[in-house]
Structures are given as C-alpha cells and as structure tokens.
T-cell receptor
Framework: KAGVTQTPRYLIKTRGQQVTLSCSPI?????VSWYQQTPGQGLQFLFE???????NKGNFPGRFSGRQFSNSRSEMNVSTLELGDSALYLC?????????????????FGPGTRLTVL | DAKTTQPPSMDCAEGRAANLPCNHS???????VYWYRQIHSQGPQYIIH???NNETNEMASLIITEDRKSSTLILPHATLRDTAVYYC??????????????FGQGTRLTINP
C-alpha cells in the first residue's frame, strides 16, 4: 500500500521568494498534519487539516499557510522566505479507523521536503 | 501536554536487545504513549503505541509501568539498521479529534557491530 508522498523532495529558494510544498496522504486518510524540523528547534507542529478545514495550528507566523483539497491532498505555502525557514518539512496523515497494518488515529509520515533558503 | 524525558544517547551491541527508557510522570489517564524513530533525516517512522497494557508488534515491544509514569521500548534483536533517533511521545489528549504530536529531543541509539 502506498505511503505518504511529498513533492518535491528537495528545493532551493532565495530569500523573499515563496514556496509551495505538496503532500498526498495515504489513501483513505482524511487528516493531514505538517511539521517543520530544524537542527535548532527539532520537530515542530505547523498545522493540521481535516476535511478541507484547518483544525489545529502551531505557533508559526502567518507566512506559513496551508490548505487541503477535497481528495485530502494538502499543500503548504511559505511566503517571503527567510534564511531560518531552511528545514525539513514533513507531512503526516492519519485516519480515525485502522486499515490493515495501519493503526487508527496514528500519524504516518512522508519522507519530507528539504527546503534550503539562500 | 505531558512531557517526556529520554536519555540523549545510548549504545547497544548488534544482536542484543535494546531497551530505551522514557519517563512521562505527568501523563493523563486518556493519553497514549507513542514511539517513533527517525533514521538520518528521513520521515519519522511509527513503531508502536500503548495506553496501559504492554504491547508487541513485529518491530518492538512496549512495556508501560503500572502507574504509567514510565515506559520502555524494547528492540529484541537490534541490527545496524536500527541506528536512529527514537522519540517517545505522549499524545496530546484529543480535542475534537485534532492531531498534534509534540516531539522532544529523543534518544540517539547507536547499534555497534
């Protein structure tokens, strides 16, 4: 069964630009969460979407935004990039119901998108 | 959110059992203990979770103390591929089903040949 996929896997941008990252959840999963991982701050929760609605939000500035489509795919956008936005951006999906070897209400992560801001 | 405390690093010989401890003394009655691992900047991999009872799956075993204030993840026969950072997470109590994991610094487990 396909896992969570994220595109692109690597991205290089310059300060001031904006970027859009994409996440396709496991088939049947309706919740998608986003996390940022940096060496200094570790893994931090950005936001979570469920049925196209943002249900939970972490402590990040408004430059970080996201959305979810009717097929549960999600995108996150970072505007006016700063050097400190260089990070591994991770997406995770979950479902209230278990599916085979996948546990209910458990987040499964994708491989991440490595963003470098120059 | 209940906080967890893990040793920053541990070593284990290949083929031996790796026992990773985690303290979560402020855990609430409805909060689960989850374990994930992250191998060299890949996405975190789910390992196992539990509420009160001990749990076992094909990857590991999870032992939770009776008072639920601590737990131990056991990798029964560690291999070099088990070298990773292991995160013990107490799941934020469900608020309208919202999902959020609060990661600490984890334990860097090194399996030595």
């Amino acid at each position: 069964k396909a896992g969570v996929t994220q595109t692109p896997r690597y991205l290089i941008k310059t300060r001031g630009q904006q970027v859009t990252l994409s996440c396709s959840p496991i088939s049947g999963h309706r919740s998608v969460s986003w996390y940022q991982q940096t060496p200094g701050q570790g893994l931090q929760f950005l936001f979570e979407y469920f049925s196209e609605t943002q249900r939970n939000k972490g402590n990040f500035p408004g430059r970080f935004s996201g959305r979810q489509f009717s097929n549960s795919r999600s995108e996150m956008n970072v505007s006016t990039l700063e050097l400190g936005d260089s990070a591994l951006y991770l997406c995770a999906s979950s479902s209230r119901e278990g599916q085979g070897y996948l546990s209910a209400d458990t987040q499964y992560f994708g491989p991440g998108t490595r963003l470098t801001v120059l | 959110d209940a906080k967890t405390t893990q040793p920053p690093s541990m070593d284990c010989a290949e083929g031996r059992a790796a026992n990773l401890p985690c303290n979560h003394s402020t855990i609430s009655g409805n909060e689960y203990v989850y374990w994930y691992r992250q191998i060299h900047s890949q996405g975190p991999q789910y390992i196992i979770h539990g509420l009160k009872n001990n749990e076992t799956n094909e990857m590991a075993s999870l032992i939770i103390t009776e008072d639920r204030k601590s737990s131990t993840l056991i990798l029964p026969h560690a291999t070099l591929r088990d070298t990773a950072v292991y995160y013990c997470i107490v799941r934020v109590a469900k608020i309208q089903g919202a999902q959020k994991l609060v990661f600490g610094q984890g334990t860097r487990l090194t399996i030595n040949p």
